[in-house]
C-alpha cells in the first residue's frame, strides 16, 4: 500500500514539474509503478493549437484515428509524437518512447 501511495505522489511530483517547469522541456515516463521526468527536445504542438494549424507546422501525420467519447478525442501520430485533440484544438502533445532525448 506504501508502494502505491509513493508512486502517485512522485506522478505528481513529476506532473508538477513538467506542467510548472518554465522553459523546461520535458516527457514524463512511467513504467509500471517507476515515473521519471528527462528532458526532451522534441518539437511538438502547444495546446489549443487548430488540427489545420498542426498539420501546416508538421504535415500529414502518419496516422489519424478516429474521435472517441464525448466529447470526441482524436489522435493524430506523428514519428516522434503523438497529438490529441478535443474536437479541432490540441489538448496535448507526448513523446513518443523511441524519440531522442536532449542530450
Given at each position: 500500500?506504501?508502494r ?13 514539474i513538467a506542467a510548472?517547469?518554465g ?8 513504467i509500471?509503478?517507476q515515473v ?5 527536445d522534441v ?13 501546416a ?41 523511441t524519440?531522442?532525448?536532449?542530450p
Amino acid at each position: 500500500m506504501i508502494r502505491a501511495g509513493r508512486s502517485v505522489r512522485t506522478a505528481a511530483l513529476a506532473i508538477g514539474i513538467a506542467a510548472f517547469g518554465g522553459a523546461l522541456h520535458a516527457e514524463i515516463i512511467a513504467i509500471g509503478d517507476q515515473v521519471s521526468v528527462r528532458e526532451t527536445d522534441v518539437q511538438r504542438p502547444g495546446r489549443g493549437m487548430s488540427m489545420k494549424a498542426v498539420e501546416a507546422k508538421f504535415g500529414t501525420p502518419q496516422e489519424r484515428r478516429a474521435a472517441v467519447g464525448k466529447p470526441p478525442i482524436t489522435r493524430w501520430d506523428y514519428p516522434a509524437f503523438s497529438v490529441f485533440f478535443e474536437y479541432e484544438h490540441v489538448i496535448d502533445a507526448v513523446v513518443n518512447p523511441t524519440a531522442q532525448a536532449a542530450p
